[in-house]
């Protein structure tokens, strides 16, 4: 932004010292395109679309609307990947693309028809990150969560819920549990996240679980933080056995004692 300052004038009189700001827009770079099914004239909505760059890194997302169109901005130029993922099958990649500064791509997405088979899958193992032969097993069913995790996370940065949050406050004996005293309260709030986890660095730095004025807290991650490059750096992953359903588990890799034998399991893969 280029600011230049001249004198103003007023009835003759020089007053004041005016700020004349002149701004001049930031070149901004943008993907723009639609999705389509694999017949190539299906509109397909709903598709988590990323933007990836030459190191793999996401430079942006998106969700497609219900005519399947997208637009991502991004913040520099570079080459750029568009990557459409859907749940069950395999991620369709369109590019690279080269974008110079201040410049819009077009681009029209055919989805592959290319489904992910997911057999059932039991590990019998110490809780280690260590490799179990099951990597590409793994890494198909955590490909099918963060596809799911993210359309969860660009729901929430797009769209404002209206929660309902009650508030129970109780007071039991510990002897036989009745309740001695009880108290509720009732809020409702608009907020483009219903809850909000801490950033992945910080429960990356001090941990999911600890304790506080005697108390065991326990802090869950939200989407964004199951997505990190923290999250995943910080836990094994493994395949369990579930209910008609391939569940995928992580564990803890800290070193930390409150953390060691925490055990998460995402939603069925």
């Given at each position: 932004m280029h600011t230049s300052i001249a004198p103003c004038a007023r009835n003759g009189v020089l007053a004041l010292l005016c700020l004349v700001f002149v701004v001049t827009p930031l070149a901004a770079?943008?993907?723009?395109?639609?999705?389509?099914?694999?017949?190539?004239?299906?509109?397909?909505?709903?598709?988590?679309?990323?933007?990836?760059?030459?190191?793999?890194r996401v430079a942006g997302r998106a969700l497609t609307s219900?005519?399947?169109?997208?637009?991502?901005?991004?913040?520099?130029?570079?080459?750029?990947t568009v990557r459409a993922l859907r749940i069950g099958f395999r991620p369709t990649d369109v590019?690279?693309?080269?974008?110079?500064?201040d410049s819009l791509h077009v681009v029209r997405v055919v989805l592959r028809a290319e489904p992910i088979a997911l057999e059932a899958v039991t590990v019998l193992s110490p809780q280690t990150c260590r490799s179990t032969g099951d990597g590409t097993?793994?890494?198909?069913?955590?490909?099918?969560?963060?596809?799911?995790?993210?359309?969860?996370?660009?729901?929430?940065?797009?769209?404002?819920?209206?929660?309902?949050?009650?508030?129970?406050?109780?007071?039991?004996?510990?002897?036989?549990?009745?309740?001695?005293?009880?108290?509720?309260?009732v809020?409702?709030?608009?907020r483009p996240k219903v809850f909000t986890s801490a950033p992945a660095?910080?429960?990356?730095?001090?941990?999911?679980?600890?304790?506080?004025?005697?108390?065991?807290?326990?802090?869950?991650?939200?989407?964004?933080?199951l997505l990190s490059d923290q999250f995943a750096g910080a836990h094994c992953f493994r395949l369990g056995p579930g209910p008609d359903a391939i569940r995928r588990a992580s564990r803890s890799s800290s070193s930390r004692p409150e953390d060691a034998g925490a055990t998460s399991t995402c939603a069925d893969a």
């Open positions: 770079q943008s993907i723009r395109g639609v999705v389509v099914q694999q017949d190539g004239a299906t509109l397909a909505r709903g598709i988590v679309v990323l933007v990836v760059g030459r190191d793999n219900a005519t399947g169109a997208f637009d991502v901005k991004l913040q520099s130029a570079g080459s750029y590019g690279p693309f080269d974008l110079a500064g097993a793994v890494a198909a069913a955590w490909l099918q969560a963060r596809t799911a995790l993210t359309a969860a996370a660009i729901t929430a940065e797009s769209e404002a819920f209206v929660s309902r949050y009650v508030t129970w406050d109780r007071v039991a004996s510990d002897v036989d549990s009745i309740v001695t005293y009880q108290r509720s309260s809020a409702v709030s608009a660095d910080s429960l990356a730095r001090v941990g999911y679980a600890f304790i506080a004025n005697d108390e065991f807290v326990y802090l869950g991650p939200d989407a964004d933080v």
